[in-house]
């Protein structure tokens, strides 16, 4: 695994939310893969991207890492778009074989024709909700859910281009009771196990 690209999804909402936390961490992420003799691209959603660029970077990857806030229980409308009109770009084999599904093959299922096959990807997310709102019946919003359980549509994209996903990272509560210096310990940590092989 030596070519990494990195996508920080955070839209800039200056009396909110100045993307400092998700930028710093995207930062520290490359300088973890370049100390290690990865090659890494990256994007931001303020980037001057281009749509075949971004679908050869996604082509080009061993592994992408996409570093969001979560902004009404997704990504943010700019990383929401970067995904439509890149994906939708890559649906002529380059990210997959369209939906996977044939004329002549009915046995193939939907979303089976991704051709990014070996390639893996991390979520790595910032949340306003504390730790305690997931997994947990008697929270009110969730009910029991967990973070990948919210962020399905995000994982049902890398796999309908047949990538692996490895263990999520999630930041908790940044707002209200952040710890910041917490969460840049566990996220070296973080990247330390889920890519040991590097070190």
């Known amino acids: 695994m030596k070519n ?3 996508i920080n ?3 800039l909402y200056p ?3 100045e993307g400092r936390l998700n930028a710093t961490l995207a930062e520290m992420a490359e300088a973890f893969f370049v100390e290690r003799g990865c090659e890494v691209k990256t994007t931001t959603m303020q980037d ?7 679908v050869q970077k996604h082509m080009w990857a061993d592994f992408i890492l996409l570093q969001t806030p979560v902004n009404w229980m997704g990504v943010a409308w700019s990383c929401k778009k970067y995904m439509d009109v890149v994906y939708t770009a890559g649906l002529d084999g380059r990210l997959c074989e369209g939906d996977g599904r044939t004329r002549k093959d009915p046995s193939k299922q939907y979303g089976s024709g991704g051709t990014l096959t070996g ?3 991390m979520l790595s997310l910032t949340f306003n909700a504390p730790k305690a709102a997931f997994d947990d019946p008697g929270q009110f919003l969730f009910q029991g859910k967990g973070v990948d359980e919210l962020f399905l549509p995000a994982h049902m994209n890398f796999r ?3 990538m692996e996903p490895v263990k999520t990272f999630v930041c908790y509560d940044v707002m209200k009771n952040p710890d910041v210096s917490s969460d840049f310990t566990r996220f070296d940590a973080h990247l330390r ?6 070190s």
């Open 48 to 54: 001057d991207w281009n749509i075949e660029e971004e």
């Open 119 to 121: 390639k893996k990807y």
């Open 4 to 6: 990494i690209f990195i």
């Open 9 to 11: 999804g955070h839209e």
């Open 15 to 17: 009396a909110i939310s």
């Open 160 to 162: 309908f281009f047949n």
């Open 193 to 198: 196990d889920v890519f040991s092989e590097l």
